[in-house]
């Protein structure tokens, strides 16, 4: 299956009604000849999977390689499940306003949730039919390549289930709690996200969990909350010090401004044999000031992405790790553990 990128401004007419795409180009994927895209894999129609061993997936002109998973059962799972699942709003039965009458299992409550953990999350229906979906536990998503070799670039997405919650948090509505930072429940009423229904009779309260039943806030949300503790700190370390009020004014605001705070980033590793080569990082989801580089970046990845992979060199095999700074106490990552992957393209020799 072929797939590459280009741009393209969409315009569809749907119930008499015109809808035209962003007015800046999006990047979408098709076929592209030399790509290991995961149609090898059988997959019924807007389902996943989560293997119960690693698997081999790519041809001879793309390259062959084996994809690690640890199938846990009862749909745990770390390394790479294949899906081709591509549902991006709140599920409607997990909502505060459309929630069935009576109350769902927690089995029915977890299948909701899967909807979105095993969906990529892109501007536009994804285009790219088959995808892996990585969850990250100690180093087992990792990807061995059949022949050492130069890995030009992959493509990588969020889900949606880290989308959702990094652009809204687990209750989504239209009022925000400017102390909380976290959308009331009792808020008014919103259109469900990519849904193009304008219905208001469709408008309502959402929820969805975050990992282990933690309720999130939104990115932004927690980048405000985190300057208002540091310049909290810093104002009090000042008045502890017997400074005036105008320097423990300028103290906190100094400390606030300084505290940047809120990313998601994928770290690929590359190795050949037992040595590492290097390792490559790539912002799913940052906050202003959070890249050196580039201060003004300031985004939540929704769509695919190119990411080089080429400075790691000769490799034969590919380590993934996610890193978030939005945590817990104990500095355990609270943001949920999922990527999707597609489109290992393999230098040709």
């Not at 909380?180 to 009792?186: G, I, K």
């Not at 932004?220 to 009020?245: H, P, T």
Request: with cysteine.
């Amino acid at each position: 299956m072929k797939k590459k990128l280009f741009y393209l401004t969409i315009i569809l007419f749907f119930g008499g009604l015109l809808f035209q795409a962003c007015e800046d180009e999006r990047e979408i994927l098709i076929p592209y000849p030399h790509d290991i895209t995961f149609e090898d894999q059988e997959l019924g129609l807007f389902s996943y999977k989560i293997p119960s061993a690693p698997f081999k997936s790519g041809d001879a002109e793309s390259g062959i390689v084996t994809v690690n998973v640890v199938n846990s059962g009862s749909g745990n799972f770390s390394g790479f499940a294949v899906s081709n699942k591509n549902s991006r709003h709140y599920p409607w039965p997990l909502s505060l306003t459309f929630a069935p009458a009576t109350p769902l299992t927690p089995a029915q409550v977890q299948a909701y949730v899967d909807s979105v953990r095993f969906s990529v999350n892109t501007s536009l229906p994804n285009k790219t039919k088959n995808f892996l979906v990585g969850c990250i536990k100690n180093d087992d998503a990792f990807i061995t390549l059949e022949k050492a070799a130069v890995v030009e670039h992959i493509l990588v997405a969020n889900t949606s289930y880290n989308y959702l919650l990094a652009t809204y948090g687990s209750y989504y509505s239209g009022t925000l709690n400017a102390t909380t930072q976290e959308y009331s429940a009792t808020g008014t009423v919103v259109r469900n996200p990519f849904i193009a229904n304008t219905s208001t009779t469709m408008y309502g309260r959402f929820y969805l969990p975050g990992p282990n039943n933690v309720n999130l806030i939104r990115l932004a949300g927690y980048q405000i909350l985190e300057k208002r503790k540091a310049g909290k700190a810093a104002a009090d370390a000042s008045r502890a010090l017997g400074k005036s009020k105008t320097q423990v004014a300028a103290d906190s605001t100094t400390a606030a401004a300084a505290s940047n705070k809120g990313y998601i980033k994928l770290i690929v590793k590359g190795y050949l044999g037992s040595t590492q080569t290097g390792n490559v990082d790539f912002w799913l989801a940052v906050q202003t000031n959070m890249d050196a580089t580039t201060p003004t970046l300031n985004y939540i990845g929704s769509n695919w992405y190119k990411m080089d992979l080429s400075k790691l060199g000769q490799v034969d095999k590919l380590v993934f790790n996610l890193a978030s700074d939005y945590a817990d106490g104990t500095g355990k990552m609270l943001t949920p553990p999922y990527f999707c992957l597609d489109g290992i393209r393999i230098k040709k020799e």
